[in-house]
């Protein structure tokens, strides 16, 4: 029973009774798990273009950005690199004072080899008249790693990872946010001049993320001869979704509702808002020095041309079913486009009439697209590329999460576990129709893709509701293309001491 309080906040929130109900609704219920028709592997649903196709797909991409056409690069950026820095946490709270595990040996070993270092040295002079190696020389090790962490020094373990500082080059440091804005210059810019990259952030960072694009833009902006066009956004309150005690009644905090956000499938919102044609989705922690860039730059460069290749032919037989001038031969040409382009195979096509099979084909032309490059497995957790039941009935191409899929059936765990390939989040999307009208991404979203956490307040147990992932439910109902691209790629920065790793020195 909502009080008038509850739905005072409700009216903040921008939250109907409706969507609390619904989700209450789930909590009892649960998600089911996706049926599986196999894992994308390269026999199996994932391209792998030959020398020659690469070639025309990049032309097919250099003639798109030829054009006034809006690009726009989305970078997930909200949320504190806390989890970065776990183990070092993990130290300060430890009985012992010096580096005793193999990973706080590792990182004094090589304290000098981190992009921050420069800036860590110079706080701990400022605070304790000492330089870093003095410290270690005394055995202060706690010392340094509090003024990294802590607001007395760097506030490193408060800091979203965008604004960390990565990279060394002679000319000084970058940080995450930086480089996502050199690869927006060398991939994603138009004939407009504009290179557009939005970040969503968390709104008590929005500040200093803020700071930091008035302070670095105008040096990349002469650098690489074009005008960013930076914009921000914040996960919106309105996506927040209740949380339930373990009677599956709405969970209480000193009388009021708790929420708390939806996941990252959340973004949804965010990329809806955007007016762009072309969008490019990369997390925040996956970029590298200028000298290992090229890989990086070849491959978006090659899935966007694979997108735009595919999208341009999309329009044309849309163009051609929506003329009503066409033979049996064009609609088979159609369809076979469909399931062996688009991967999207429908059991049932056989049985349609020809009206019929017009209408379908059209509804599965027209929606939004996606190409995903995906690398090999090497045992990195995360999401995996899937061929997938959709509730109509049809096969496609999806990005799966393990909670998503039934690991108690032996056939389906071992789907999961023997893919060849998995998910890097790297992908590109077209959100307009052949007639340039903007697709509500909301409208092709699985509502039945989310998962259930369990969590504790002040003590107490509660269930929390994730919301479809981004580029998992979120996009379930989109075309998806799945493209091969190598492991030089794919550089995320889990812990502090990812930073070692040659790809980032």
């Known amino acids: 029973m909502l009080t008038s309080q509850d739905k005072e906040l409700l009216d903040r929130k921008e939250i109907s009774e409706e969507r609390i109900v619904e989700q209450l609704k789930s909590f009892e219920t649960g998600f089911p798990y996706l049926k599986l028709e196999a894992a994308a592997s390269i026999e199996k649903g994932i391209l792998a273009p ?15 950005t030829d054009t006034y056409k809006t690009i726009v690069k989305f970078v997930p950026a909200s949320g504190a690199a806390s989890r970065m820095f776990k183990d070092l946490f993990e130290f300060l709270d430890a009985a012992y004072d010096r580096p005793t595990t193999k990973f706080e040996q ?3 070993d090589n304290i000098a080899n981190f992009g921050f270092f420069e800036q860590l040295n110079e706080v701990c002079l400022e605070a304790e008249n000492k330089d870093v190696h ?63 990259v939005h970040f969503t ?6 500040p200093l993320f803020e700071a930091l ?19 921000f956004s914040e996960q919106k309150q309105s996506t927040d979704t209740i949380a339930a005690d373990m009677n599956n009644e709405p969970f209480r905090d000193n009388g009021k509702l708790l929420f708390r956000p939806g996941g990252h499938g959340a973004l949804i919102e965010n990329l809806n808002d955007l ?94 697209m996606r190409v995903c490059g995906m690398v090999k497995n090497v045992g990195e957790p995360g999401g995996g590329p899937f061929l997938a039941y959709n509730a109509d009935g049809t096969i496609s191409l999806q990005i799966l999460e393990s909670s998503q899929i039934d ?58 509701l994730e919301l479809p992932g981004l580029w998992n439910g979120a996009m379930s109902d989109w075309n998806t293309i799945f493209v091969e691209v190598p492991l030089s790629t794919f550089n995320p920065v889990k812990t502090v001491n990812d930073l070692l790793r040659d790809q980032h020195q």
């Open 106 to 108: 590792t990182f004094f």
């Open 201 to 206: 952030v968390s709104p008590e960072h929005l």
């Open 213 to 231: 694009v008035n302070k670095t833009k105008d040096y990349y902006s002469t650098l690489y001869n074009v005008d960013f066009n930076v914009g």
């Open 134 to 196: 003095s410290l270690i020389k005394d055995g202060e090790y706690k010392t340094i790693v509090k003024l990294l962490l802590d607001k007395s020094g760097l506030n490193y373990g408060s800091l979203p990872k965008g604004l960390l500082q990565f990279h060394k080059y002679e000319d000084g440091v970058r940080t995450p946010l930086e480089e996502h804005l050199v690869e927006a210059a060398l991939y994603g810019s138009s004939k407009t001049g504009k290179a557009n």
């Open 407 to 464: 690991m108690n059936d032996p056939a389906k765990k071992e789907m999961f576990e023997k893919g060849t390939h998995f998910n890097p989040v790297d992908l590109v999307c077209a959100v307009r129709g052949y007639k340039g009208q903007k697709f509500d991404l909301s409208n092709y979203v699985d509502k039945a893709t989310g998962f259930i956490s369990y969590k504790s307040k002040n003590g107490k147990e509660l269930k929390a």
């Open 275 to 368: 007016d762009a044609d072309i969008i490019f989705i990369k997390n925040i922690d996956n970029v590298v020095p200028d000298k290992l860039k090229e890989d990086t730059v070849h491959y978006k460069k090659l899935i966007a041309g694979v997108l735009v290749a595919l999208q341009k032919q999309a329009f044309e037989y849309l163009a051609l079913l929506d003329s009503g001038q066409y033979t049996q031969e064009q609609i088979m040409e159609v369809l076979q486009f469909v399931q062996k382009k688009l991967f999207c195979k429908n059991p049932n096509t056989k049985n349609l009439e020809d009206a019929e099979l017009v209408l379908y084909l059209k509804k599965k032309l027209n929606r939004p």
């Open 50 to 64: 030959t020398a020659e196709e690469q070639e025309n797909f990049l032309n097919a991409w250099k003639e798109y």
